[in-house]
């Protein structure tokens, strides 16, 4: 099998798919010349990550990184959702091919970029390291933006 | 309908077929003697050999001394274009083929721009045909061979080989066809076809993986690839791999007495065709409706992602393949699709079905109940499906 089955468990019955209309915070990555688009949705009450939404086009890994990724940051604080690392989404997934390291990337930056809009739309002042605006393609430009990228990740 | 496993991935592999697997075992058991050996062990080894040869010449209307057994489609592939581009380097060093060859042709061709070699890769229509007038356009003086597939393994459109052949017979320029997908799937004969080089392997018409060939016409010579005990006329050494030649012939010669019952399986193909693109909106066909190998299906859904659909058919029981990026190695989707000028984004969204005789109606059912409901469930999941529909 290509995948572990912690991936396939969250392809196959991804968590918290959808949109959130008054959401607090968007973010969008990817592109789909490359294949791969994450848009993630949170809904924020006194710094908590109450409820998180997305949405993914993208192969089966794009899609269970997504909802792995929903699941590590929900009831959560900010400050602990910008805490976390692609790393982290491929451990809890029992690991990627490396072809699809680039998957958990996008994760990871989806939950920054949502963040980083809810910082915008709130008029608070704070910096988001790492995140992406969006207008970038996530396949490309993942080595530059020093993320895990080794081969830890490879499929156990 | 109850789970089933329907496989529709034959353009990648197919099922060894029980003839072919009976067919094969004496060679293993009692007849493994080594054909070059002069004792009896061996000659009766020889004689198996010589009467698989003749067999699978006769169902390519090739003759015997033609015929060069190799280890499978890719390494025919790699002989025919690098031993025909180093055979007639006095010549010239320029190769004409395709932008939509198989990689065992393309990656051969990049090799040798690499060593010295000038390659002109041609367009394709929006079908994935190549021209005869572009071939013969480009066509120059130093040009020593015109590489085309017969048929392609992506989109199954099939290649007008007989004028490309004749255009290269004018102008006294090599013609190699890689026939690898269209061997068993469409009549062939090399002669009224007029080619000088002609690839096949076996484990795309139901024999096991691990043995191909490659059709040289009598009077053309082309540089060796493997060197070694002079099997093969000399030509292709390795002690010769007797079980799967035997099973490539016995498969040749099913394929071949089946070949007039080809168009029932076009008919499975034009229904899956049909009703899929009936059913399910944003969803095109690639590669031509005419012209187009029996059992080739390939369609792109807009929105959703190849890989994921692939693998909700796996889970269904359905084995299918997809020229998205995302089931390569590299980023890149599908050379092919991206040649017909698919825009990435339906590149990524393609699906590609391949059945044959062994496919059933019931088959076909169970793949038109199955896909559309995945297709919807994929793009109820995608942000960009709202946005633009």
Redesign the interface.
Known sequence: MLYSEKVMDHFTHPRNVGEIPDADGVGEVGNAVCGDIMKMYIKVRDGIIVDVKFKTFGCGSAIATSSMATEMIKGHSIDEALTLTNKAVVEALDGLPPAKIHCSVLAEEAVKAAIADYYKRNGIDKEVPGACDGCCSSCCHAEEHGHFHSRDGEEK | MEKRFVYADNAATTAPSEEVIKAMMPCLTTDWGNPSSLHDKGQHAREILDDARARVAACLGALPSEIYFTSCGTESDNWAIRGAAYANIKKGKHIITSKVEHHAALYTCEELEKEGFEVTYLDVDSEGRVSPADVEKAIRPDTTLVAIMYANNEIGTIMPIPEIAKICHEKGVLCFTDAVQAVGNVPINVHELGVDMLSASGHKLHAPKGIGLLYIRRGVRIRNLIEGGGQESGKRSGTENVPYIVGFAKALEIATSKIDKLDLVAKKRDRLIDEILAKIPYSRLNGPREGRLPGNVNVSFE???G??LM??LN?EGICASTG????S?S?E?SHVLLAIGL???QA?GSLRLSITHETTDEDIDYILEKLPPIVQRLR??????NVKV
């Open positions: 929105f959703i992602e890989e994921s693998l909700l889970e998205s990026a995302c089931s190695r980023l989707p825009p990435h984004e990524h109820d999941m995608s942000p960009i499906y």
